[in-house]
């Protein structure tokens, strides 16, 4: 605990043999430090709240869509029973030697309600299939800002021994690692290509700069880290990208290509 010593110049910590002075103005910084850290968790909170009622919205969708295709079920089982009918009906008719044309009827039917139950049934599962992975690819990409802001949060932090502030710091930095590792049970890599060569088709650059370090055309700094799933890209890594030292004339090429 601090107080103000009005002849040692500034606050002490109480329950210390070797007293540490604390200034005015150092206390004044690590009160406002702890204000903006808390600010910052209330706005994370808000954030995970505002992802949690996107997925509920995406759940009733998906609901939605399963009702449809429930109904287009009850259709192919429709589809399936007359087909079961129109089999025996031939059965019979060639039991009872009935004439070829009212046989040809029967058969002509039985084929294309045959054909007409395949299509239904190939239409489905590659709309469900398509469905399905397009939910779960616009579900990780509304995951994705959460990683964004747990990064900037870690970019920001400040350089202060305060405990309190420490174990904030370091209660961030476990949630985002449990997040990456969430991310990559699902088959979601993180592309951070920091001195990679610049790639159109994975990264998206933002602006150029000279370097001595990193040649032309070579990722200098990642400005917003991006994801990938599988061969599929989810969203590019903002990037800029080098032109070099200071005295070359080299431009990049930036044009990402859209897939």
Request: proline share 4%.
């Amino acid at each position: 605990m601090a107080y103000f010593d009005p002849f040692g110049g500034g606050y002490r910590r109480r329950g210390h043999s070797d007293a540490v002075v604390v200034s005015a103005a150092e206390l004044q910084r690590l009160q406002q430090m702890a204000a903006q850290l808390e600010q910052e968790n209330k706005e994370l909170k808000a954030m995970i709240e505002r992802l949690n009622q996107e997925l509920r919205q995406k759940a009733q969708e998906i609901e939605i869509k399963d009702e449809a295709l429930r109904k287009q079920s009850e259709h192919q089982k429709q589809l399936e029973a007359e087909l079961v009918f129109l089999r025996a009906a031939v059965a019979e008719a060639n039991e009872r030697k009935t004439s070829d044309a009212e046989n040809a009827a029967w058969q002509d039917r039985y084929l294309r309600l045959h054909a007409e139950l395949d299509n239904l049934r190939r239409r489905l599962e590659q709309r469900s299939s398509a469905e399905t992975a397009e939910n779960r690819r616009q579900i990780l990409a509304d995951m994705l800002p959460l990683a964004d802001h747990l990064d900037l949060a870690l970019q920001h932090r400040p350089q202060t021994d305060d405990p309190q502030v420490r174990n904030f710091i370091a209660n961030i930095e476990a949630t985002r690692r449990a997040f990456l590792e969430t991310l990559r049970r699902y088959g979601v890599d993180r592309l951070e290509p920091l001195h990679e060569p610049f790639d159109p088709d994975r990264h998206e650059a933002v602006g150029v700069i000279s370097s001595e370090s990193v040649p032309a055309d070579h990722v200098a700094t990642v400005v917003q880290a991006g994801y990938s799933e599988g061969d599929r890209l989810i969203r590019p890594a903002r990037v800029l990208v080098s032109s070099g030292s200071a005295q070359s004339d080299q431009t990049p090429k930036t044009n990402r290509k859209e897939g």
